[in-house]
């Protein structure tokens, strides 16, 4: 534990902060895993839940929970995932 008052405070503040960031990180798993279950089943759903995907993404490489990098790489791969299930 720390001894001093403003380490006292950091550990707090950092702890709100991956609370934050967790929600975040799991709201994103889950419109994830929604995006991908309806790309097996319903085209139409799985193009309005797409730019949901993007958002959320976006907003979490946004907040530096994610790498932009990685954040584009994903937003092709759910793209791609789409477009290669139509044809």
């Not at 929600?23 to 730019?51: G, H, M, N, W």
Request: hydrophobic residues 40%; aromatic residues 4%; without cysteine.
């Amino acid at each position: 534990m720390p001894q001093r008052k403003t380490a006292v405070k950091d550990l707090k503040k950092n702890r709100a902060r991956q609370m934050h960031n967790l929600d975040i990180k799991s709201e994103l798993r889950k419109t994830i895993k929604a995006y991908v279950a309806s790309v097996a089943v319903d085209e139409k759903k799985a193009k309005e839940l797409l730019p949901l995907v993007y958002k959320k993404i976006d907003k979490a490489a946004k907040r530096n929970i994610m790498h932009k990098k990685t954040a584009a790489r994903r937003k092709a791969r759910f793209a791609k995932l789409l477009s290669t299930k139509k044809a």
